[in-house]
């Protein structure tokens, strides 16, 4: 379809030349889609295109959609239900027996859940880790939305034959689909497992995520059976030599940082889990000083307990503050760029990070008449420090409008979505 968005206020998230972090200031103007991509970005008004459908944006906002670059989305079955744990008793007592249960059926189900929430907050892409690839790869194909996967094999499975499987079947199924590699912890996996796992990213030349310094006791057992961090014994193996990145990252030493930057990877910060799991403050603003991509992830909905990338940006810099004793530390405009662009180079989406010609119209709408956004003294920065998902008025990807006005075009009715979800968890605690 060809849409046309005009008498929008627009915020690309593209740099302005020659300044290094400073942000195109936002301008009015119009947005044209073509099919899956932007075909015009500008001032300009040209009335003699035809369009399929033209949109009045009403001086709302059109940005790039927000990036969850790590999240466990079929995890929506246990939201709520094992609260109030440290994550190693919550993951061995709770969430493991549970997903024992679980069916490629159930998580491909309570994944379209977890996208209808993606898309009230904003978000067009989801870098997600979970049990059964092939249907979650299914639920957002047919709900339209993007997904890059990372597996989570551990020594309990799969095997290192079914990993190597995944990754290429996967991949070039469907563009709004990828498959990368990844591992779900050092602490789940064990050397000979790594050291495959080494050889497979070698093979490919492929970049290597994982779980990496959540928790300061995951952190400490590391050191105590390798003698050195989770980061530098993964490094030792040949896991980073293509790049990668690792989620939650709070315990990162000053040696681990210097290997992050060297590979360029990516640190992904969960500050929603991490505060409810008391897992501690990542040294973000650290991070960025040192000049390491940063991007933002929910991390999964039992662990947060929700899927909402405002509250993690509001989190982020407001802990950042306090950790650092310091009211300008990790500055809003900073967090806009870790929820979008920088989560895109996170996630390898090179064509979804601004609002640009050529680029993939993944794009959402803001409505600034709400009251939490006004008065409009700097919109930017409203988003992030009073913007919530009531906000979201609009979610496309792809040129395929998903969610507009509190009404989903997903393929599923949302009933149905809510009533086999619950019938869902209501089987899985009867066995568990």
């Not at 499987?165 to 050092?186: C, V, W, Y």
């Not at 709408?365 to 409009?376: G, R, S």
Request: proline share 3%; net charge negative; charged share 25%.
């Amino acid at each position: 379809m060809n849409l046309r968005f005009y008498n929008a206020r627009i915020l690309t998230m593209e740099e302005e030349k020659g300044k290094d972090c400073d942000l195109r200031e936002i301008f009015f103007g119009e947005v044209h889609v073509k099919d899956s991509k932007i075909s015009y970005v500008g001032k300009e008004t040209n009335t003699a295109l035809k369009f399929d459908r033209e949109i009045d944006c009403k001086g709302n906002l059109l940005m790039p959609g927000f990036k969850n670059a790590h999240t466990h989305s079929g995890m929506t079955a246990m939201r709520s239900y094992a609260d109030g744990l440290p994550l190693k008793e919550w993951l061995e007592t709770k969430i493991f027996p549970m997903e024992a249960n679980m069916s490629g059926d159930d998580v491909k189900l309570l994944s379209k859940l977890a996208i209808m929430e993606y898309l009230t907050s904003g978000i067009t892409a989801a870098m997600d880790m979970y049990l059964t690839p092939y249907t979650i790869a299914d639920a957002f194909t047919e709900c339209g939305m993007r997904i890059v996967q990372v597996s989570g094999i551990n020594k309990f499975g799969p095997s290192i034959e079914e990993f190597e499987d995944r990754f290429l079947k996967i991949n070039g199924k469907n563009p709004l689909s990828t498959q990368l590699m990844g591992f779900h912890a050092e602490y789940t996996c064990d050397k000979e497992l790594l050291t495959k796992l080494s050889d497979l990213a070698h093979k490919y030349k492929q970049p290597m995520y994982t779980h990496n310094s959540e928790t300061k006791v995951e952190f400490d057992e590391c050191v105590g059976r390798y003698g050195v961090s989770p980061t530098v014994f993964l490094d030792s193996l040949g896991l980073f030599d293509f790049g990668g990145g690792g989620y939650h990252c709070v315990y990162l030493t000053d040696e681990d940082i210097k290997i992050f930057k060297k590979h360029d990877m990516s640190v992904i910060s969960n500050p929603g889990s991490n505060t409810k799991l008391a897992s501690g403050i990542a040294p973000i603003q650290k991070f960025i000083d040192s000049g390491l991509n940063v991007a933002l992830g929910t991390d999964g909905p039992s662990s947060n307990n929700c899927l909402d990338m405002f509250r993690e940006m509001f989190l982020v810099t407001g802990l950042a503050k306090l950790r650092e004793n310091n009211a300008s530390a990790v500055d809003a405009l900073t967090v806009l760029k870790m929820a979008t662009k920088n989560g895109a180079k996170a996630m390898l989406l090179d064509d979804c990070d601004v609002l640009a010609k050529g680029k993939q119209a993944d794009m959402i709408m803001i409505d600034l008449c709400k009251p939490n956004m006004q008065p409009l003294n700097d919109i930017a920065r409203n988003i992030v420090f009073s913007g919530s998902k009531q906000n979201v008025k609009m979610t496309m990807v792809a040129g395929k409008i998903l969610y507009e006005d509190g009404k989903y075009n997903i393929g599923i009715d949302e009933e149905t979505v809510y009533k086999e979800a619950n019938d869902i968890i209501t089987r899985l605690k009867a066995i568990s």
